[in-house]
Each structure stands twice: as C-alpha cells, then as structure tokens.
C-alpha cells in the first residue's frame, strides 16, 4: 500500500486528488495539508511514502517544504504538481531533491 499525503491550498485540488488516489486499490491518503507548513509537519508526524506538492502555497510554499521534508532523511518521495508552465518552477523542485 502507498501512502498519500496532498499539499495544496486549493480544497478542490486537493479533493480531486484524494477521489482519483482513493480510487486505487494500492493507495490511501493519509492526509491533506493546506500549505507548506502543514504539509512540512505531517510529514514528520505520518511519513507517507509520497507527497503530493503544490508549489505556489501561502505562507511557506512548496519548494521550501520540499527542502525540509527531504532534509529530513525521511523515505518520503516529493511530486510536484502544478499548473503554472514555468520551467523554473521545475528546476527549483528538483534542485529541492523532488522526486
């Protein structure tokens, strides 16, 4: 089973995500964060296999959480998922160590 955690600000978003996840046998969110700080804690807190990161967040924004959920040594892997075409949005989350 892998294990899900949504990072997006955006309730919709992350609503669609969970329903699509769900709807796989060999997944299940384990929960949803509404920006980077959130989503920075329950990883600590529920080292969900993936995390599923919306860049553009308020407060701390996904690039950054990417950076302390990876410097944390955990096992987690970081998506970035975005609708902005920038490819230096790209390049910020994989010099984040997304994955």
Same mark, same amino acid.
């Given at each position: %089973?892998?294990?899900? !955690?949504i990072a997006?600000?955006?309730? +919709?978003q992350?609503?669609?995500?969970? %329903? +699509?996840l769900?709807?796989?046998?060999? %997944?299940?969110?384990v929960?949803?964060?509404a920006?980077g700080s *959130?989503a920075?804690?329950m &990883? #600590?807190q529920l080292?969900?296999?993936?995390?599923l %990161?919306?860049i553009?967040?308020?407060? !701390?924004?996904?690039?950054?959480?990417t $950076?302390?959920?990876t #410097?944390a040594g955990d $096992?987690?892997r970081i +998506?970035i998922v975005?609708?902005f075409? !920038?490819d *230096?949005?790209a390049? &910020?989350?994989?010099r #984040?160590? #997304?994955s």
């Amino acid at each position: %089973m892998t294990t899900v !955690l949504i990072a997006d600000d955006q309730p +919709l978003q992350r609503f669609g995500s969970r %329903m +699509l996840l769900e709807s796989q046998d060999d %997944m299940t969110v384990v929960g949803e964060a509404a920006n980077g700080s *959130e989503a920075v804690r329950m &990883a #600590a807190q529920l080292h969900p296999d993936v995390v599923l %990161m919306d860049i553009r967040m308020p407060g !701390l924004d996904g690039i950054e959480a990417t $950076r302390r959920i990876t #410097a944390a040594g955990d $096992r987690t892997r970081i +998506l970035i998922v975005t609708t902005f075409d !920038l490819d *230096e949005y790209a390049y &910020a989350g994989l010099r #984040a160590a #997304a994955s």
